[in-house]
């Protein structure tokens, strides 16, 4: 079954604004990661952060976790038309789990 | 660096025929994964790999099986292929730390059965 589960499924914003997607998991985490796919291509990894981080930023990237929820947000800032591509969560399922789950992710569409 | 490459990146198949899909890094990675990818659902993890010789089974492991005789190749086999495996089916590779971090993805193997 899917650990995580982002939201929206989908996302339309104008070039410069703000995009702000949401994850949320079922089980603890030592870390939770979030992707980029563009349309074809294989995921691109972003951030991490870890269990015991409550933010991190990475360029544009704002990553935020709050473990006592389950969940995590990633925002986008300025957002520009390259930005159009889906994002997904990812979890390992804490203790001595190898492996990461995927959510089915947010397709955000940035236009021009 | 190449990074992660998969072959074939586009295959046709009909039914009850088998395949193998290659995956193959060279960055020295202990783990590596495979993925499927389904409209709709994310990415699944099909099975994965700790280290060389060893294989693990995914979420959705059924009618598949694998192979890592070389750390750096992984292996993924279809035996009888059904329609219901038409996907795309990624490999994915990580160093063998632990916690898992970054996984370095390839450009995906789109597979048909008809």
């Known amino acids: 079954s899917q650990q995580g589960e982002e939201d929206p499924q989908a996302l339309s914003i104008q070039e410069g604004e703000n995009a702000t997607m949401n994850c949320s998991y079922k089980?603890?985490?030592?870390?939770l990661q979030w992707y980029r796919q563009n349309s074809g291509r294989g995921l691109v990894h972003l951030i991490l952060?870890?269990?015991?981080?409550r933010e991190k930023h990475s360029g544009r990237l704002r990553v935020t976790l709050d473990t006592s929820k389950k969940s995590s947000s990633l925002l986008i800032t300025a957002s520009r038309a390259a930005d159009t591509a889906s994002y997904f969560c990812?979890?390992?399922?804490?203790?001595?789990?190898?492996?990461?789950?995927f959510g089915k992710g947010t397709l955000l569409t940035v236009n021009p | 660096n190449a990074g992660v490459t998969q072959t074939p990146k586009f295959r046709v198949l009909k039914t009850g025929q088998s395949m193998t899909l290659l995956c193959a890094q060279d960055?020295?990675?202990?783990?590596m994964y495979w993925y499927r990818q389904d409209p709709g659902m994310g990415l699944r993890l099909i099975h994965y790999s700790v280290g060389e010789g060893t294989t693990a089974k995914g979420e959705v492991p059924d009618g598949y099986n694998v192979s890592r005789l070389k750390k750096q190749n992984f292996l993924l086999g279809l035996e009888s292929a059904a329609p219901s495996q038409t996907s795309v089916y990624f490999c994915?590779?990580?160093?063998?730390?632990?916690?898992?971090?970054?996984?370095?993805f390839g450009e995906g193997s789109r597979l048909t059965v008809l």
């Open positions: 994915a590779s990580s160093h063998g730390t632990y916690p898992t971090g970054e996984l370095f």
């Open positions: 990812a979890t390992d399922g804490g203790g001595s789990n190898y492996k990461l789950t």
């Open positions: 952060i870890r269990s015991n981080e």
């Open positions: 089980t603890s985490i030592n870390n």
């Open positions: 960055m020295n990675h202990e783990y």
